[in-house]
C-alpha cells in the first residue's frame, strides 16, 4: 500500500488522467484507413511501477479491426499485455519481444501512421481522451515534436523502462 501513495502522487503531477474505471472496459475505436478501423478494449490496468520518467501501466488489452462503426468482430481480435510509460517528456510503448521487452519512444503528439492506433489508446489509458470527443487531444499535450524520437532498447523486464 505504501508504493500506491508515491504513484497516485506521481499521477497527479504528471497530469495524467486515466479513463475512469467504469469506461475502462468499453471498446474504444482507433485509428481508420480505408473504411477500415483498429478497436481496442481494455481488459485490466494495474500500476506497474513510477519513477521520475513517468508512471508505467500494464495493461491486457484485446486489438481487432473492423469495417463497420459498431466495430463488430472483436471475437477475432488478438488479446496482449503491454506496458505504457506515461510521461509528458518521454511516452513509450513497451512489449514483447521473444523473452525480452522492447521499449517503443512514442510521438503521441503526431504519430506516424503505423502508430495511430497506438497512440490513440496511449491518450485513452494515460489521458482519458476518448478519441472523437471534445476537449484536449495529443497533440494539444504533445505539441513539439522531437526533432528524432530516440532509440527503443530491449529490456530484461518492463519494469527496468523507468530507469
Not at 503491454?82 to 521499449?103: D, K, N
Not at 497512440?119 to 471534445?134: E, F, K, L, N, S
Request: net charge positive; with cysteine; hydrophobic share 40%.
Amino acid at each position: 500500500m505504501r508504493f500506491l501513495r508515491p504513484a497516485l502522487a506521481l499521477l497527479l503531477l504528471a497530469g495524467l488522467l486515466p479513463a475512469p474505471a467504469a469506461e475502462a472496459a468499453r471498446a474504444v475505436r482507433g485509428s481508420c484507413e480505408g473504411g477500415t478501423c483498429t478497436w481496442f478494449r481494455e481488459l485490466s490496468r494495474d500500476v506497474a511501477g513510477a519513477s521520475a520518467r513517468g508512471t508505467l501501466l500494464r495493461l491486457e488489452i484485446r486489438w481487432w479491426t473492423s469495417a463497420d462503426r459498431q466495430g463488430s468482430g472483436e471475437e477475432e481480435g488478438r488479446q496482449e499485455i503491454l506496458y505504457f510509460l506515461c510521461s509528458g517528456s518521454g511516452p513509450a510503448l513497451v512489449g514483447r519481444e521473444g523473452r525480452r521487452w522492447r521499449e517503443r519512444p512514442l510521438d503521441p503528439g503526431q504519430p506516424a501512421p503505423a502508430d495511430r492506433a497506438v497512440a490513440t489508446a496511449y491518450g485513452w489509458v494515460c489521458h482519458g481522451i476518448v478519441p472523437g470527443a471534445r476537449g484536449p487531444s495529443l497533440a494539444d499535450l504533445y505539441p513539439n515534436r522531437p526533432a528524432a524520437l530516440r532509440e527503443g532498447r530491449l529490456l530484461q523486464r518492463p519494469e527496468d523502462v523507468l530507469r
